[in-house]
């Protein structure tokens, strides 16, 4: 009688193959999911420039760059021997967001480049 009711609960406590592989999966998919959600919120960089201003952001191993709005800045991708450098001027007030590194498998981030209108600077000329 004792062993019958060992056997029983033997039996209640055993837990089917699919189902544990069904709840590793749920895991699984759980912590991508998370890992997917934390990239997509993560910060994006940000450049303030004026018309006429030259920012030089490092770009690694990056290749390529593309802005939604490319005429609002005037840029160019640079190699300087191991690593490539992303020259940004702003050519017209506004906001654009560029990629840079377009190529697959490669590095790549964006970063908002916000651009304003010149102040007003007076520059003194010498008299004499």
Not at 20 to 44: E, F, G, P
Not at 79 to 97: D, F
């Amino acid at each position: 009688m004792v062993t019958e009711r060992v056997e029983r609960l033997g039996r209640a406590r055993r837990v089917p193959l699919f189902r544990r592989y069904d709840q590793s999966v749920k895991v699984v998919v759980v912590i991508i999911a998370l890992l997917i959600n934390a990239n997509a919120h993560a910060q994006v960089a940000r450049i303030d420039l004026e018309v006429g201003d030259m920012r030089v952001v490092n770009a690694g191993n990056a290749v390529g760059w593309f802005c939604d709005d490319p005429t609002l800045v005037i840029a160019d991708m640079i190699s300087r021997g191991n690593y490539n450098e992303w020259v940004v001027t702003g050519a017209l007030p506004g906001v654009t967001h560029c990629r840079i590194g377009t190529e697959l498998g490669r590095k790549s981030f964006v970063i908002e480049v916000q651009i304003t209108a010149p102040s007003s600077r007076r520059i003194e000329l010498p008299t004499g």
